[in-house]
DNA sequence: TTGACGACATACGCGGCAGTATGTAGTGTC
DNA sequence: GACACTACATACTGCCGCGTATGTCGTCAA
């Protein structure tokens, strides 16, 4: 039910430019890559260090950042037609290249999918973790945590777009052994991700900072709103760090709000 | 454009009258939609009625409840695989028939999506504006309408799902000039939903009963909260209403407590 | 200089699926 | 009992898109 933000202009045209796309998405995945490795640093020198979960995990037979670039591609891909709709052609076009060079270093689509998911999950996880870490009392790690996951939806939403679209449906749909097990996999990391706002949540109610309630439900809640922002946000011409804050602090203010013990 | 969605392009020429229906004994979709129906006629009779939105248009050409079965299948179908991964097959399938009867009520399988998606929507809008019609101080008429949605959500996940799924990847995919044309106007009544909670919401604030907000963004932070459990829920063995209605409380309390200013 | 290898582009093969064409059983209708 | 018509099932076609096989261009090592 998230809506489109502009209803006029998007409707009468929505022509987007074929050309020229391709270097400034692949500049700000490379970008949130670096920062995530640095998050996860932080988060191992930081004193309440969260259950340790591998740093991003490397691309298989890392080939470095010409592989880099072909999975933000199939990221943008993803995100604009979604999963199933979207052709290898598709994820080709979108480096002003051809099937050849997705191959070359993607065996399927599949493999792709997966890495693109695991991608985003793990850089989420891992920064909201650092946040975890980084101490005080339940009520402001769960501020920094909401602000950290609805701060890193904003930045990469094709990561977190395709992420959020596929986990279950690729789950049902995946025929193979080893296919479950690489979805099996990424549900994992979904759900430690979800288990650390549970626990803090649960570590709140019990101290008295926030409202008592099914915390698992209550989780499953607060996630949607902060995930929210993929589905609706248009980054403008000329948009600026400030425009993202706002709607981060909007939505950290509602959540907040809505954990919060009232007295 | 206009608020109004106009009813389909070669819909039957004249307005029949609804409760001229039969009444589909159809298990889900029969019961939802009568439903509705009644529901829309609680907001004809009431005081303080929201604008006014056709009720729950008639399918294409109507042809009564084996229609509705088949609209039902492909809500279920689609909820399961994802819309562009379901085949017309596949929708078959869930009724024990073959691809001769989905496509002898049916021209295209983006026509099942529209009339799935445009089914949702309408069914969820008419609903949660009866709620709010129902009226009250602004906080009580977003409560309603908070435990309204999440319960249609609950309900109905079939058809919400779909909806939520593809509706804005639907605009960007849509080819010819009238699939255009359907497909906005399934967004404007997204957009009029949306305008409905974001008005209760405004005037909550003016009122000193909400926290002053964004309200625009703030609707869209709510919105997927309620939308939530399209993702996550799934009915148990032997399920009962009650089930569904802790998680609405938990929903509702959580929304709410979102939107109420802290005294 | 050659030959091995990485990094792609090009050119198929082949299956699955949307949509169509045709068959067929039932049900009124006169 | 012939006709029409609905409500499907079955059989078929064409295309799109995944994956693969093969070609080409550079580079580096010996």
């Known amino acids: 039910m998230s809506a489109t933000p502009h209803t006029g202009p998007e409707n009468s045209g929505g022509n987007e430019p074929e050309d020229g796309r391709s270097d400034g998405a692949l500049e700000g995945a490379g970008a949130a890559f670096a ?7 932080a988060a191992d020198e930081a ?11 490397p691309l ?29 052609d598709d994820v080709a076009r979108v480096m002003n290249a051809t099937k050849g060079r997705v191959y070359h270093y993607y065996r399927s689509k599949l493999e792709l999918f997966n890495d ?6 793990e850089m989420i996880h891992v920064e909201v973790a650092a946040a975890e870490a980084a101490g005080g009392d339940p009520d402001r790690r769960m ?22 679209q596929g986990v279950e449906l690729h789950l049902r749909i995946a025929a193979s052994q080893d296919q479950r097990a ?20 649960a570590e709140g109610v019990a101290a008295d900072r926030f409202r008592p309630c099914d915390v698992k439900v209550t989780v499953r809640t607060l996630l949607p709103a902060l995930n929210g922002p993929v589905f609706w946000y248009r980054p403008r011409e000329g948009e600026t760090d400030a425009d993202r ?9 509602f959540a907040m709000s809505g954990l919060r013990l009232r007295r």
């Open 143 to 164: 501020e920094r945590m909401v602000r950290t996951h609805a701060g890193s939806i904003l930045r990469d939403r094709a990561f977190h777009r395709t992420a959020l």
């Open 116 to 121: 693109v998911t695991r991608r985003s999950l």
């Open 35 to 41: 920062r995530t490795l640095a998050a996860a640093d």
């Open 47 to 57: 004193p309440l260090s969260s259950p340790a979960l591998p740093p991003v995990t």
């Open 245 to 253: 804050a706002a709607i981060v602090d909007q939505i950290t203010e």
């Open 60 to 88: 298989p037979g890392d080939r470095g950042a010409a592989q880099e670039e072909v999975l933000a591609a199939a990221a943008q891909a993803f995100m604009e037609k979604g999963f199933a709709a979207t052709s290898i």
């Open 182 to 201: 690489a979805v099996a996999d990424l549900v994992s990391l979904r759900d430690a991700h979800e288990r650390l706002f549970v626990r803090v949540l």
